[in-house]
């Protein structure tokens, strides 16, 4: 955790009225946090706007999140993007947020250096378009060596298809004599997890207002605090991040415990 309280007190300044810094406690930060991020349609469809233009409003508050996120020093913040599930929705849309994943990376590459922020993926990003791949992988490369916050982006991503995709590669290694079968264990399965190496999600954000996981991150979210808001994404800034940190710290997390044992 890489927490600075001077750029933290003025990033957090003039507060609103039922939330402010103070209400959190910096030395009990989630280390990583997930994010769920829906409501771009609802959003635009509520103003009378193409849902086009609530894809667009939201890449403003991802960019937040992202910097919120370093200013609260976690290690980790992943938000789900793209689910295999998307690719059902008209063609003129997934359009457009393949162009925009695209743009967006490019224009927002500056601030990942700026903030030493190392990109990764989520899901299998050589099945997207070929300009929206080669843009993934060289920010990938670009960012690389970067040595703060871990900022993983979920697209083309669904977790039964992750968790059949582990199961092949388990079945190819014990078929091929690389491992025994009662060497199949949690760890084996999570070191063939697109999060292998990533600590599981400490709080899981979802907007909107859905009660629902998606297909998102089913084995990792196994003891994770979940946290609700009826905010839609794009209106979602750096004051509900803080709520939803305070409701987390307010939670008793006993991982299949007793509370004082």
Do not use: C
Request: charged content about 25%.
């Amino acid at each position: 955790m890489r927490l600075d309280p001077q750029k933290l007190r003025a990033y957090y300044a003039d507060p609103p009225q039922d939330i402010s810094l103070d209400d959190v406690d910096l030395g009990r930060i989630p280390s990583h946090v997930s994010i769920i991020m829906d409501g771009n349609g609802r959003w635009a469809t509520a103003r009378g706007l193409d849902r086009s233009r609530g894809h667009v409003a939201g890449v403003d508050s991802l960019r937040e999140a992202v910097t919120t996120s370093v200013r609260l020093g976690l290690d980790v913040l992943s938000v789900y993007a793209f689910s295999t599930e998307n690719w059902r929705r008209p063609q003129r849309e997934v359009d457009l947020l393949m162009h925009l994943f695209a743009t967006t990376l490019v224009k927002e590459l500056p601030l990942f250096h700026q903030e030493n922020v190392r990109l990764r993926f989520l899901g299998d990003i050589d099945a997207l378009p070929d300009r929206t791949a080669r843009v993934f992988h060289q920010g990938l490369d670009e960012t690389a060596d970067h040595t703060g916050m871990t900022f993983a982006l979920a697209v083309n991503y669904g977790s039964r298809a992750e968790i059949a995709r582990a199961a092949r590669e388990l079945a190819r290694d014990v078929a091929a004599g690389r491992l025994a079968p009662d060497d199949v264990d949690e760890g084996a399965i999570g070191a063939r997890l697109y999060t292998a190496g990533l600590p599981d999600p400490d709080l899981l954000i979802r907007t909107s207002g859905e009660l629902r996981l998606s297909n998102y991150l089913l084995w990792q979210l196994a003891y994770t605090e979940f946290y609700v808001t009826d905010t839609l994404w794009p209106d979602f800034d750096r004051w509900e991040f803080l709520r939803a940190v305070a409701a987390f710290q307010g939670r008793s997390r006993r991982f299949g415990g007793v509370v004082g044992s």
